[in-house]
């Protein structure tokens, strides 16, 4: 069961991040266009139609896990963005599941390429915060963030906890994706940290395993030649001319 679970994570890492990519550019239109009408319609279609893909591969994977009740236990955070946008206060945490899903699509391409892993995660992070702090903030008294260029500055110094502090968000579900956003931005700088660190221990692990194998041959080499050096010591001297002088 495991291996058809891995099958099944592997297959559908990139369909996922289509469906993601989809999801997030009609969530881009509803929140910036605020489209009407039939073109409200199509954008809250696709909205639910990849929600439910989504909840689909969340469903598969727990059906096809070896052990159900420890993968659900595990998988916790995988149910509560699954659940919680169904809550209307709350529809903004489903564009948490973005983040994952592109992390891991795009995180096995791009894997030991920190900087550009870097960027794109960070850009998504500004990019997706901005557009739903803006849908959260947009419209509300004393709002400090009511347009795409507030949101994205916002975002900007949420994420690098500069927080200067001239715009904030007034709103509770802005102050939740505010607490995401920082959370997120601290995950990200860890997770950059922690491939560096790892490539510089397996970077040293391998010098050191070179190092060690010239160094293992150089002494055989040694060794070789001591022992060639006690043989020829060992055979008496003259043994070869005399046999080279017989008549």
Known sequence: MQDRLDSWEHRAEWPLAAVAAVFLAAYSVEVLVQPRGLGAHAIALATWLSWAVFSADYAARLYLAPDRRQWFVRHL??????LLPLLRPLRLLRLVVLIGVFQKAIGHAIRGKVILYTISGAVLLVYVASLAVLQAERGQPDAHITDF?????WAITTITTVG???MFPVTTTGRIIAALLMIGGISLVGSITATIASWIVQTVAVDDAATAAATAAHIN???AEIASLREELRTPAGEGS????RP
């Open 77 to 82: 955070a995988d149910l509560a963005i699954v």
């Open 242 to 245: 005399a046999a080279d002088h």
């Open 149 to 153: 260029g507030d949101a994205i500055w």
């Open 164 to 166: 200067y502090g001239d």
């Open 221 to 223: 080499e040694l060794r």
